[in-house]
Nanobody, 115 residues
Framework: QVQLVESGGGLVQPGGSLRLSCAASGSSFGIYSMGWYRQAAGKQRELVARITNDGTTTYSDSVKGRFTISRDNAKNTVDLEMNSLKLEDTAVYCC?????????WGQGTQVTVSS
């Protein structure tokens, strides 16, 4: 079993920045990837960014060039630096990890972009 603890999030004005952090419990052995998904009100959950063990990153087209994902394999943490935030980035952001082919999810943290 893996527990994911998220931090960060909050309210920010358009054009602002936020940083999300996620820590996974237990050993990193067996973890293939860590990443962030988001779900806006009335919409389906979507991938924001993901990073695999070898450092390969995947970004949603909507956040490319604005968001940066980073990972500390030794600490089992993954961070998401979000810059140039837009109104449409408003959503609940959830941390995800895949360990031994099983998906684990955090409880989510709210990011609200509003003027």
């Amino acid at each position: 079993q893996v527990q994911l603890v998220e931090s960060g999030g909050g309210l920010v004005q358009p054009g602002g920045s936020l940083r999300l952090s996620c820590a996974a419990s237990g050993s990193s052995f067996g973890i293939y990837s860590m990443g962030w998904y988001r779900q806006a009100a009335g919409k389906q959950r979507e991938l924001v960014a993901r990073i695999t063990n070898d450092g390969t990153t995947t970004y949603s087209d909507s956040v490319k060039g604005r968001f940066t994902i980073s990972r500390d394999n030794a600490k089992n943490t993954v961070d998401l630096e979000m810059n140039s935030l837009k109104l449409e980035d408003t959503a609940v952001y959830c941390c995800n990890t895949v360990k031994f082919s099983i998906n684990y999810w955090g409880q989510g943290t709210q990011v609200t972009v509003s003027s």
